[in-house]
């Protein structure tokens, strides 16, 4: 097929402790999915990472690790420019440009702000805060056409349209308006110790995360305990959150459609659920893993990729930016 280079694909993880299986269902299924028809920017945003206090060192391994994990995930580096945030200057010029067009009661509503203000209270730093006008600046930078998200991102892509919207009417046509891109299943996967919170990689209840490192022993026993109800019976269905999530987690891994899983269930239980999913993710991410491994004996690869995303990245970037401080009158 063709490429279609006039569409452009921008996402991006912040590299804080490893992906999760609900950031691979969420949003690396779909990168992969785009990636032979679109013109796709996958970053690694480290500069996001930067509001939780963090080890340097191991955040430095952290963000190798994280591009090693994008590879091991079968991102083609040929296929889509990989690169780190933090190597394109761009993104912190057009955050603060762009954060003198976002108004305070738009930040004031941003639910995952409010959310990560509640888990970090002893460090509600005004990055937190301003995360979201990076965001911002990181899509528009690329005028991506389309966003591949997690649901949880929902609200960030439409402040991302309304900022675009309020400097394109203030300044001149500069910016693309994107579109949000999520999966109709799997948008928001959730921890297997709580069903009605979303898997997260920072969970302090490490048996709710699924982590694509995990070693085959800790995602058995992490599925094993993962929190059903007292039904007994398998069924996709609101009131039964931690099954309908298993599920989904199967569905998006296999070929079964849901109802298939449902029918293929309906008189084996949960037990025998849960040991099938078991087997099902140790095969999806032990090559994951493994991968990984490799890539990460080989740092000068990996440095020769992000040196190579880096280059093409910020081409792009000062293209926007050349039109953006034209438009607002910067000598
Ligand atoms: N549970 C999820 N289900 C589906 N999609 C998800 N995503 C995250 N969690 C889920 C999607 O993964 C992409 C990368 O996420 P991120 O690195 O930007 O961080 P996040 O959304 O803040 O995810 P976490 O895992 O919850 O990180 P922490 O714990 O550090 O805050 C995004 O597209 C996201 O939608």
Redesign the pocket.
Known sequence: MSKQKQKVIF?G??P?GSL?L??Y???IQSWKDLENEFECYYSIVDLHSLTIRHDPKKFRKACLSFLAQYLACGLDPEKNTLFYQSHVKQHTELNWILGCMTYMGELNRMTQFKEKAEKHKDNINAGLYTYPVLQVADILLYQADLVP?????RQHIELTRDVAIRFNNTYGEVFTLPDIYVPKI????MSLQDPES?????DENVNGTIFLLDSDKDIVKKVKRSVTDSENRVAYRDEQPGVKNLLTIYSKLSDYSIEELVEKYASKGYGALKTDLAELLVETIRPIREKHNEYMDNLDYLASIYKKGAEKASIVAERTMTKVRESIGLV
């Open positions: 996402s993880a912040q804080t999760t609900g950031n269902i969420g949003a998200v997690g649901e949880d991102q799997g948008a928001k996967i979303k898997m997260s990689k920072s």
